[in-house]
């Protein structure tokens, strides 16, 4: 039998270079192989450029273990992050059904709105104009012209450009905010799951008479990740180690730090 009814993970940013995260997804995928529901929110790469990028190994095996989730899952969702919106076609390709901004439907028994969580940052004007251009833009007729060696520069020079994100700096300002919410629960969702922002909590929503609970997981570092997990229609977080799942502790409101899960050294390189 397996452990959870469903799971969902994001922000993994897997690159040939983090081994310890990528043995830690090795590990979780081993783990919760069999899950009837799984979904991907995003950010599972560092970076995608489409399909040249299954030319490389490690681009190979990601896709591969995304298809041993999907493969064993009665459904797979895959939701795009804002570093990985061109593996959607690649999703689609291993059995996932992929979607641009949010998935609105049943997912573990509940009425659910799946994002990666960066909409929802919504006070980020610069960012959200950048994202709008950014996504919209014809990168699919790229990976015909320019080949993987091109496609990897010009995606090392935006991922350069991104670094120190904003929306661990001042969550007041440049985090999660509650509008974006509030209209997926008037639309009927009563769970929302995203990450993006890598600073777990869980907090309660209003719209009208609806209410909605969303759940932001963590992004993944060498000693564990906060994911979501669902067992008879509860949605909780829990941090996998590698190893096990232990539940998570989450506050209330999105923090200005990040969790104690993380080691100090790796907390300080990130900054």
């Not at 100090?264 to 390189?269: G, K």
């Amino acid at each position: 039998m397996p452990e959870f009814d469903a799971v969902l993970f994001s922000d993994l940013h897997l690159s040939p270079a983090s081994e310890q995260r990528n043995r830690l997804f090795d590990a979780f995928v081993d783990r919760v192989e069999g899950t009837p529901e799984v979904a991907c929110l995003g950010d599972l790469t560092e970076y995608w450029i489409g399909f040249p990028q299954l030319e490389d190994p490690h681009g190979r095996h990601v896709i591969d273990q995304l298809a041993r989730l999907a493969k064993s899952a009665r459904r797979a969702i895959f939701v795009g992050g804002n570093r990985d919106f061109l593996m959607r076609a690649d999703a689609r390709r291993v059995g996932y059904k992929a979607f641009k901004n949010v998935y609105e439907g049943e997912f573990g028994g509940r009425r659910v709105a799946l994002e990666h969580g960066d909409r929802f940052c919504s006070r980020d004007r610069k960012y959200q104009m950048f994202r709008l251009w950014f996504q919209s833009a014809p990168w699919w007729v790229l990976q015909y012209t320019i080949g993987a060696r091109g496609g990897h520069k010009i995606a090392q020079f935006f991922r350069r450009k991104s670094t120190g994100e904003t929306a661990r700096k001042s969550p007041s300002m440049f985090g999660i905010q509650p509008e974006p919410l509030q209209r997926l629960i008037r639309r009927g969702a009563e769970i929302v799951v995203c990450g993006h922002v890598h600073t777990p909590f869980v907090r309660e929503y209003a719209a009208g008479e609806r209410k909605g609970r969303l759940l932001v997981m963590s992004d993944w570092r060498s000693d564990g990740a906060v994911v979501c997990v669902v067992k008879n229609g509860e949605f909780s977080l829990c941090k996998f180690d590698g190893e096990r799942f232990a539940p998570f502790d989450a506050p209330t409101e999105q923090p200005d730090k990040l969790p104690a899960m993380y080691n100090v050294a790796e907390t300080s390189q990130k900054a």
